[in-house]
């Protein structure tokens, strides 16, 4: 199996900021997923990263907004910038790990909340 | 503290036949219930969730899943299985804003 490390788990931040989470996976994996989850929906992908090529995003996303680096197999990051309080919602990453037979693990969450 | 049970990692139903996917939750306040389907190499797709209101949800691909808080269940069924049902399948419990948990999937195997 593979442990996802997402950090932080929750953050406050001011409105005109910018938020970096962190995703670190105990185990080398090929592909990692960024959600986000608005109150009271469910999740919508933002974008695929692959680790030596650029993220995919989903349509309604673009890279200004969330920015991602994938340095290795093994660590992401998702940064949401200047943020606003449509933005508040919870950020998930999720791996699939394809020498398990292509098996998704998820990180905690970040709960983020923009004032 | 919110919990999600999938029970059974695998599970393999003929081409036709009824699918049941089991999933039991804890939560100390009325939850969010949610199932997923993640196709290799692609994200997850929501199926369906319930969130107030009907017990019993319809999703996408004939899906349907009923929520029943005596039992705390929320399990997954569709009338006859398609090849193309074969997928992973996540249960997801979300306390309105609090955080997301997932249970650990089950893959579903469609025999011909």
């Known amino acids: 199996s593979a442990v996802i490390s997402q950090k932080p788990s929750r953050d406050i931040c001011q409105r005109g900021t910018s938020l970096t989470i962190q995703c670190q996976v105990d185990?080398?994996?090929?592909?990692m997923f960024w959600y986000r989850q608005q109150p009271g929906q469910s999740l919508t992908l933002i974008a695929t990263?692959?680790?030596?090529?650029?993220?995919?995003?989903e349509s309604g996303f673009v890279i200004d907004k969330f920015p991602i680096s994938r340095p290795n197999l093994t660590f992401s990051t998702l940064t949401v910038s200047n943020m606003s309080p449509e933005d508040s919602s919870i950020y998930l990453c999720?791996?699939?790990?394809?020498?398990?037979?292509?098996?998704?693990?998820f990180g905690q969450g970040t709960r983020l909340t923009v004032v | 503290a919110q919990s999600v049970t999938q029970l059974g990692s695998h599970v393999s139903v003929s081409e036709g036949a009824l699918v049941l996917l089991r999933c039991n939750y804890s939560?100390?306040?009325?939850?969010?219930l949610f199932w997923y389907v993640q196709y290799p190499n692609q994200g997850l797709q929501l199926l369906l969730k319930?969130?107030?209101?009907?017990?019993l949800v319809k999703g996408i691909n004939g899906f349907e899943a009923e929520f029943k808080k005596s039992e705390t269940s929320f399990h997954l069924t569709k009338p006859s299985a398609h090849m193309s049902d074969a997928a992973e399948y996540f249960c997801?419990?979300?306390?309105?804003?609090?955080?997301?948990?997932f249970g650990k999937g089950t893959r579903l195997h469609i025999l011909p």
């Open positions: 999720s791996v699939e790990d394809l020498d398990l037979g292509g098996r998704a693990f």
């Open positions: 185990s080398q994996v090929t592909m």
């Open positions: 990263a692959n680790q030596g090529s650029e993220a995919t995003y």
């Open positions: 939560s100390s306040v009325p939850p969010y």
């Open positions: 319930y969130t107030t209101g009907a017990t």
């Open positions: 997801a419990v979300s306390e309105r804003d609090d955080k997301i948990i």
